[in-house]
C-alpha cells in the first residue's frame, strides 16, 4: 500500500488500533486531535514498529472556523493522501444531558456536525481526484433510538444517514465511502457502563476498519453479528418497543 491516511481523533483506543492497522499495511499516518502530548507517544511507537511515517497535527474538531485552514494545510503537507478516518466521537450520560442541553449540542456536534463538515470538505479533493476512502465510525446506537442514550443515537444515527448520502453522491466517482457501526467496544469510553455484553477489543474493531476499503460492503457492523441483532431490535413494532427499558 501506498499514501497517507489522515486519523481525526487519533487519541482514542479505536482510533490508535485503526493507525496501527493501516501502519502494518504499509500508509503513513498523520494522527489529528486535541492531545497533543498523546498524540507524539502514538506517533513514535508507531512509527517504530511498523516503519512508516508519521506526523500529528493539533486540530480541535469542534471549533468549526479552523476547519478551512486545517483541510488546507492537510493537503499542502500530504499530496498523497490517500484516505481519512473520522474517529471522533462523544458519549454521555443521558440523564446528565437530559438536564444539561448545551452538552447534548456538544455531543451532536462532535458525534454529527464537525464529521459532516469535515468529510464534505475531503470529499471534493478526492472526487476532483477520481480515488480515495472516507471512513466515518458511527455506532449501532443509531440505527433505533432507546431512551437510555437516545441523544448519542441520534447524532450517529444522522451521521450514518450523511454518510449514506455521500456515497451515494459519489458513487461511479471512484471514491468509497464507508460507515463503519461497532457495538460495544471495550474502551474508556464504555468502562463501567452497566449492561454491557458481547464486548470487542479495539484491536478488532481497528483491524476491520483498515480492511474495509480493500472490501466490497459498503455499511460494517463490527463484530459482523451486530447486524443481525440490529435487524431483530429494528424490526419490533413501535408500540411494543417504547414500552422497552433499553
Known amino acids: 500500500m501506498t499514501g497517507t491516511v489522515l486519523i481525526l481523533g487519533a487519541s482514542s483506543a479505536i482510533a490508535h488500533a485503526t493507525a496501527s492497522a493501516f501502519a502494518a499495511k504499509g500508509y503513513h499516518l498523520v494522527l489529528a486531535g486535541r ?7 502514538n506517533a513514535q511507537d508507531l512509527s517504530l514498529r511498523h516503519g512508516v511515517t508519521v506526523t500529528t497535527r493539533h486540530f480541535d474538531a469542534l471549533d468549526f472556523g479552523s476547519h478551512q485552514a486545517f483541510y488546507d494545510r492537510i493537503l ?7 484516505g481519512m478516518v473520522y474517529a471522533i466521537g462523544l458519549l454521555e450520560d443521558q440523564a446528565v444531558l437530559n ?14 456536525t464537525a464529521g459532516a463538515l469535515l468529510l464534505s470538505l475531503f470529499a471534493n479533493h478526492f472526487e476532483s481526484r ?47 465511502v464507508i460507515t463503519i457501526k461497532p457495538g460495544f467496544v471495550d474502551t474508556a469510553m464504555t468502562w463501567g ?4 455484553f ?11 476498519i483498515a480492511q474495509a476499503p480493500e472490501r466490497w460492503a459498503d455499511v460494517r457492523y463490527i463484530p ?9 431490535i429494528k424490526a419490533i413494532p413501535e408500540f411494543l418497543f417504547k414500552r422497552m427499558k433499553l
Request: glycine share 12%; net charge positive.
Open 35 to 41: 492531545s497533543p502530548q498523546e498524540l507524539q507517544r
Open 76 to 82: 499542502q503537507d500530504q499530496p498523497d493522501l490517500a
Open 99 to 112: 438536564k444539561h442541553p448545551e452538552l447534548s449540542r456538544k455531543v451532536i456536534d462532535a458525534n454529527y
Open 130 to 176: 477520481q480515488s480515495g476512502f472516507l471512513i466515518g465510525i458511527s455506532s449501532v446506537a443509531g440505527d433505533r433510538g432507546r431512551q437510555s442514550n437516545y441523544t448519542y443515537g441520534a447524532s450517529k444515527g444522522a451521521f450514518s444517514l450523511f454518510l449514506q448520502g455521500l456515497r451515494n453522491r459519489l458513487a461511479g466517482s471512484g471514491v468509497r
Open 193 to 196: 457502563m452497566p449492561g454491557l
Open 198 to 208: 458481547l464486548l470487542a477489543s479495539p484491536e478488532q474493531v481497528g483491524r476491520k
Open 224 to 232: 459482523c453479528f451486530w447486524r443481525y441483532i440490529m435487524l431483530i
